[in-house]
DNA sequence: TGAAATGTTGGGGCG
DNA sequence: ACGCCCCAACATTTC
């Protein structure tokens, strides 16, 4: 006889408290398995082996076990693509019932239509619910029912849509007595699939009141902690996006505002998905890249010659992080000073950084492009030396990561501002003249 | 959530 | 005293 169970897949909602669909789940009446799949279309992919996202993940993981143990059950931990993962489950349990968190990115979506198509034939109801934002897809959309396409306004309803009820948490924490009993499973070692621990350290989830309230005034300066470091977090949903939001966006409208670009682009990619691998704005994949692999070999490993550019890329290769300010620099740099196609620095920063979000990501690479959705003027061209003197003007943050800055042996640069300048204003105007 | 080029203004040096 | 020039300093426009 198997076990009935309602069985609660874990993907990027990787907490036990206020989580959305891990409460209706416990709600139900069915005792609840808790499930996280090491999904090998994904791991695949992977080239660093000892990848820093596995290894958050994992840690997550075995946080989440900690108490699951406590509480009498354990996590159900697997290897393997979803659909052949749910086949086997389906032999191993009398499934009631399967809930989730919605995911709105390209391969999540056809994933879940996959897994919805198999448990359908087996009669198993598929619940999905949102939880990794406040506003989804098509809950902030213009008086024409269109979605927007410009932040501001999108922000300002976004605001005016808000109510008391907006940020009200699923305390999934106080529901600990409905899991699945059952001993405790060990998890699978990161090894058993081919993977080493990562030697990065990981930001905390904890953030004080004072630095969201000096948000605005610090958050431009990359030598100083002035941001909250909490995007990994919100990737993988070990914190909540409705305890945050409630905390700290009442403190800090400029902070609120970033929470809301988040959900702008995952609002833009759910609507214009093209933009995963074309330009928001068509005429932009006219613009002629230079494409030239060794200045992007350069700029990869932070040896391009300008000082603030090298800083950003070595902090992003050695932590797995770059500060926001210099993201914005080091992405106007690979586009318009060496005139590389933004896919390409997208993809690199898509294999670096802990906190990569496909819509973040991209919608932040179209902007610095200038060919996204309300992105930055194709004439906006960042002069990296002035940014340095407005940002970092006593080098602290470049003497971090150049040390070797004022030697002999750090790189002459690799192109002359004014010349790049001139040569990118040529390249984008010849590629929009006929738009 | 730029920067550079160009235009305007006004104070001070100087004949 | 006055006009002329120079050039910050600020404003506007252009990319």
């Not at 269109?146 to 009820?165: C, D, G, M």
């Not at 409208?253 to 833009?268: G, H, S, V």
């Not at 990296?384 to 006593?394: G, I, M, N, S, V």
Request: charged letters at 25%.
């Amino acid at each position: 006889m198997k076990p009935a169970v309602h069985i609660f897949w874990f993907r990027r909602d990787l907490r036990l408290h206020d989580n959305a669909g891990l409460f209706h789940a416990l709600d139900s009446g069915i005792p609840v398995l808790p499930l996280f799949i090491f999904d090998t279309r994904i791991l695949d992919e992977l080239e660093n082996k000892s990848d820093a996202r596995v290894s958050f993940i994992y840690q997550a993981l075995e946080d989440m076990q900690e108490i699951l143990v406590k509480n009498g059950t354990s996590l159900d931990v697997r290897t393997g693509t979803p659909v052949s993962v749910f086949t086997q489950l389906t032999e191993d349990y009398d499934i009631r019932a399967v809930s989730c968190n919605r995911d709105y990115e390209p391969y999540a979506i056809q994933r879940d239509e996959q897994v919805a198509a198999l448990l359908h034939q087996s009669g198993i109801p598929f619940h999905q619910y949102k939880d990794q934002v406040i506003f989804e897809k098509d809950e902030v959309l213009k008086d024409d029912g269109k979605p927007y396409t410009v932040f501001t306004p999108y922000s300002r309803k976004w605001k005016a849509t808000l109510h008391n009820e907006s940020y009200l948490p699923f305390p999934s924490e106080k529901k600990s007595g409905h899991y699945f009993r059952q001993p405790a499973k060990p998890l699978p070692a990161l090894g058993s699939f081919g993977f080493s621990p990562s030697p990065i350290t990981f930001p905390g989830k904890t953030w004080k009141p004072e630095l969201i309230r000096a948000y605005k005034e610090q958050r431009d300066i990359p030598s100083i902690p002035g941001t909250s470091r909490l995007s990994v977090h919100l990737r993988f949903g070990t914190v909540s996006i409705r305890e945050l939001a409630r905390n700290a966006g009442s403190l800090n409208e400029t902070f609120l505002n970033e929470l809301i670009w988040r959900e702008f682009y995952q609002m833009i990619l759910w609507h214009f998905p093209h933009v995963v691998s074309r330009a928001f704005k068509p005429e932009y994949d006219n613009i002629r890249w230079r494409n030239n692999e060794k200045e992007f070999d350069a700029w990869c490993n932070g040896k391009t010659g300008y000082p603030i550019v090298d800083a950003g890329m070595r902090e992003l290769k050695t932590t797995g992080f770059m500060h926001n300010r210099v993201r914005m620099i080091v992405a106007s740099f690979l586009t318009k000073h060496l005139l590389i196609d933004w896919r390409w620095g997208e993809a690199w920063f898509a294999a670096q950084l802990l906190d990569f979000d496909l819509a973040s990501n991209n919608g932040g690479w179209q902007w610095a492009a200038g060919s996204g959705c309300d992105a930055a003027p194709y004439f906006r061209v960042f002069n990296p030396y002035l940014q340095t003197q407005k940002f970092d003007p006593d080098l602290k943050y470049i003497r971090r990561w150049v040390p070797e800055l004022e030697e002999l042996t750090y790189p002459a640069p690799v192109v002359v501002h004014e010349e790049a300048r001139k040569r990118c204003l040529e390249a984008y105007a010849a590629a929009l003249k006929n738009k």
